[in-house]
């Protein structure tokens, strides 16, 4: 699952055409109203579903999530993978270390892949503006979880969607590192309890590498490095 609002043909063409060479499964993207015939045709060539978001809210965090929570269905798949769009390209397939795992279909399960460093402080200043400073504790010395790279059962989903209405003005990456982290902020009603794997960056399904300053950075998702 992307959001792919905005973006022209070569975008599509770098990302669903690395995926497409590994991967045969559902693909969802949602795109704006005025997509290009050009698009549509390569979306249809390359059998991707896509969703159109005709009446888009301006805050881009919750309409994504909004639209994932949607596209994945737990009646039809026990596991989701978002990427952001523009920056990301595959090596293999996204799924390949999960095909012989029997946990997800009974679990609520997130895998997080987390940044480098250079993140922390930029995520401590975040805090402060959101109102969460009282939650700061909880985020001390901790790697930053990337939210443009996730994969999660449906349940988790839901709960990243309903996060990012309860905190509407608030950046989504620093929404799913105070979920992952802060009690307080996560539902801990959700059933079956969710279960929270972490990876070092490198490790696991995804690698995000790039480069920044000390208080932003450039990331490039990599899948299957």
Not at 26 to 48: G, P
Not at 50 to 69: C, I, N, Y
Not at 72 to 97: I, N, V, W
Request: charged fraction near 20%; charge should be neutral; proline fraction near 4%.
């Amino acid at each position: 699952m992307s959001a792919a609002v905005g973006y022209p043909l070569g975008s599509f063409q770098s990302y669903v055409g690395t995926l497409r060479k590994f991967f045969h499964g559902d693909v969802w993207l949602s795109t704006s109203n005025n997509v290009s015939t050009e698009i549509e045709q390569y979306m249809t060539r390359h059998n991707i579903h896509w969703m159109v978001q005709p009446e888009l809210t301006g805050h881009k965090a919750k309409d994504r999530f909004s639209f994932f929570e949607t596209v994945c269905d737990a009646d039809k798949y026990t596991l989701c993978l978002h990427t952001d769009f523009r920056d990301s390209f595959f090596q293999g397939d996204p799924f390949a270390e999960f095909y012989e795992s029997a946990d997800d279909d009974k679990n609520s399960i997130l895998y997080v892949y987390n940044h480098n460093k250079l993140m922390n402080r930029w995520a401590y200043k975040q805090y402060g503006r959101c109102g969460l400073q009282k939650y700061e504790k909880y985020i001390r010395g901790k790697l930053i979880p990337n939210s443009g790279s996730i994969i999660a059962t449906p349940s988790i989903w839901k709960e990243l969607a309903r996060i990012n209405l309860l905190f509407n003005d608030c950046d989504d990456q620093i929404l799913y590192l105070a979920w992952i982290y802060t009690p307080e902020i996560r539902n801990e009603t959700v059933t079956p309890h969710p279960i929270i794997k972490h990876h070092k960056q490198g490790e696991g399904a995804m690698n995000v590498v790039g480069f920044g300053t000390q208080y932003q950075a450039i990331y490039l998702s990599v899948i299957k490095q």
